[in-house]
Structure formats: structure tokens, C-alpha cells
């Protein structure tokens, strides 16, 4: 308790919450005025009476003293209605065993999903030594790339044959040991001088090693982020590998603008109309752009199915190599001038392709 004029005076009792403002003809200043706490039950009267008429109580006080309503607020309601609640303890449920599945097992296209619970040691070992058979090929390969690298902007600026060349070699070396890729219909692969714009699904980290062992020229297009790694980027812009910053509305379209001018150029682009890999092996929606470009430019769609990269290596799980084998299918070109019947033909003959092998 403080027995100066100036401050406050507090008497505590065991209800903290009734307190009541009394004008001092000691002091001439609302800012001081001193304030006594004083205990008022209403008797007989539940909870939420007590709270109403507490209310109407302050108010009146609150009013003589020039002090606002603001501070009575309806949370002092709340906590008045629950002061006297009985305590009610929760029954603790018993634990049960959780089961952790895979979001790959048992959904999607057949063989194109692999489960959590099925990856083996082996599979392991396999993962670990495929990127160590594609780390010494690129180590060697990157000498070579860069030695011819003056030549190839000199002599074939657009489609970079040579370059893609190598690339080929890369892929093939790296993927030989683990699976085998069978094609199909490879005759209807346009001639590698013709320019057209190349789509595919796209289902796991394999897809960019099997679409290479094609030996066709074509530009990808890949995330920024990737060009910082080592060896790979420098690959990748000796290539001629099209940057793109998903999120950023001004980089999608200067990549569209890139890949219409490498077509009139003539030099072939490669879209992945989904965006992303596809997690449980179904075909998801596709995006206009690659067809939007190849109407505008007057370029062949060349629609391309892949089996199996899923199965053997699974989107997030690029740790691993699961034993297996991928088909590379070839479907007609489709020419058009509108970019929506180009989506829906391509898509169309990708997921009849995907259907019949399931």
C-alpha cells in the first residue's frame, strides 16, 4: 500500500476484477485520480447476471469520473462467465501405432508409382552409383565440351549440334548400367534440321537422360537455380539451356520469346507441358505455352510419352534407383494454328499412350 496523495491506492481482495473509481477532492486532475478496490457480490445471481449488473455498475461510476467506457470491454465478460466453470480434464485418448505410406503406392498409372515400404538396400547403392557414373562422364566431358565450345558459337550458334552430341554420350554412359530404354515409332521423329517444338510428360529426374539418348538438338528449358552448380550449369549454357524463373511473370515471357526466335532460327525447343513432375504418375493438366509458340511460328508439336522413369526413379526420391526399364514412345507431329487444339491433341495422344501400357 501507498500512502502518497499522488498515487494509487490498491486494496487487494480475492476477486480482482470488481474494482470501483472514487473521485479524491484532493486532487484536481482526472489522471490522478486514486482508485480503492472494493468487494460487491450480488448475492443470489448467476454468473452472467452478476456480469450484467457489474456492467451497469462501472458504467454509472465511469460516468461520474469522466473515466471512458473503454475500459470495460467485453473480455472482462468472458472471463467472469468462466471464473466459476467447473474444470472439465480431457480423457487422454490411448496412442495407437501410425502407419506411414507412401503417396506414390497403389495411385496413378500402373508402374508408375513405387513404395515407400518396397525401397530395398540395393536401391540404394544403385542411386548412389549412378551419380557417381554421371559425375566421372561429366568430369571428362566437360573438358571436351569446352575445348569445342569457340567453334560451336562460330560455326552452329542456334541448334549446337556438336554440343548435343556430347550430351548424348553423357546420358548414355550414365543410364546403360542401370536400365535399358526402348523406343518406339521412332520414325516419326522430324529430320534434326527440321525445327519443332517437342512435348513430353514428365514424371521423374530420368526424363532429362532419356530424352538426350534421342540425339535430337532440342533446347530445354530449366530453373535458374540450377546453372550455379558446378560442371552441370557450365554444360547447360554451353548447351543453350533456356533460364526461366517460375514465379516471375516477365521471365516466362521472355522465355517464350527466346524459344519463338530459336525456332525461326532453326533450332527445336522442349517443353514439359505440366510444369512439374508428376508425383503419382498421372498425367496432369497442361499449360498452353509451348503450343501458343509453335501456332504463332508455324512449328510441328511432337508429342513424346515416357514410361517407367517414375518407377524407377520416383519424383522426391531421387536418392534411390529402383530396378526397372523405360519406353520412349513417338507420336505423329501435329501441326495446327490454334494453340488449345494443339494442347488437347498432344495431351490426348500422351495419356491414350499411358492408358494402353498400364
Known sequence: MLNNSNTMEVVAFHCPLR??????????????LPFRACKEPFVGCSTYRQAVLWNSYNSALNGASCIPRKHVRVPWYNYLLEFNQPVVHKQV??????VVRSELAGT??????????????????????????????????????????????????????AQFSIAKIWASLTVAPFFKIEYERLENLPPPDVPAVYVSNHQSFL????????????????????????IIGWAMLMLGVIPLKRMDSRSQMECLKRCMDLLKKGASVFFFPEGTRSKDGKLCAFKKGAFSVAAKVGVPVVPITLIGTGKIMPAGLEGILN????????????????????????RNAIADALQHQG
Do not use: W
Request: glycine share 8%; aromatic share 12%; proline share 7%.
Open 108 to 161: 496413378g498409372i500402373p508402374d508408375s508409382a513405387y513404395p515407400l515400404s518396397d525401397i530395398t538396400f540395393g536401391s540404394k547403392v544403385r542411386g548412389i552409383g549412378f551419380y557417381v557414373v554421371t559425375g566421372i562422364a561429366a568430369i571428362f566431358l566437360i573438358v571436351l565440351m569446352i575445348a569445342q565450345h569457340p567453334f560451336v558459337l562460330l560455326f552452329d550458334q542456334y541448334r549446337r549440334r
Open 207 to 230: 526424363d532429362i537422360y532419356t530424352l538426350l539418348t534421342l540425339g535430337r538438338s532440342f533446347k530445354f528449358i530449366s530453373k535458374t537455380g540450377i546453372f550455379l552448380f558446378p
Open 19 to 32: 474494482l470501483r473509481y472514487k473521485r479524491s477532492s484532493n486532487v484536481s486532475q482526472p489522471s490522478l
Open 93 to 98: 485418448k490411448a496412442s495407437r501405432p501410425v
Open 323 to 346: 530396378p526397372g526399364s523405360v519406353k520412349v514412345i513417338i507420336h505423329k507431329p501435329i501441326e495446327g494454328s490454334d494453340a488449345s487444339v494443339l494442347c488437347n491433341e498432344a
